[in-house]
């Protein structure tokens, strides 16, 4: 790692709070690659909407399961899970596009910050 050896390598991942001082003191790409910064695990804001319709979800799968025939319950769980694991590889996919999209974006701005300055300051 580089700098005065300050950065520390951790064996777990930053508090969410502490994430963005981390982001502006140090290398964002070290804390990628280290696993001090996880971009899955972010903090989810439960605002009053949120919390809300999370709550109304419950309150209709409770109303449905109650409804349902034993062998019917167990379908629409499976049927549940289908959805949570097709949703979380979307926001795999998404967070991989975003972060080619903003190390293309950074690549060109360096670039044509080089072409204007001659060189590229560290």
Known sequence: MRG???LQRRSSPLPQNAIT???MSYSIMEALFDGR???WERRVELTGKRKSALQKIES???YFIEK???DDCR???EFEGLLVSEHHCEDVDTYAHGFTLGALIM??????KG???GQIEA
């Open 4 to 6: 005065s050896g300050a």
């Open 21 to 23: 001082l981390y982001v």
């Open 37 to 39: 910064v996880i971009p």
């Open 60 to 62: 209709e799968k409770r």
């Open 68 to 70: 349902m025939s034993l």
């Open 75 to 77: 379908r629409f769980e």
């Open 107 to 112: 690549m060109e701005v360096l670039d044509k």
């Open 115 to 117: 072409a204007h300055s």
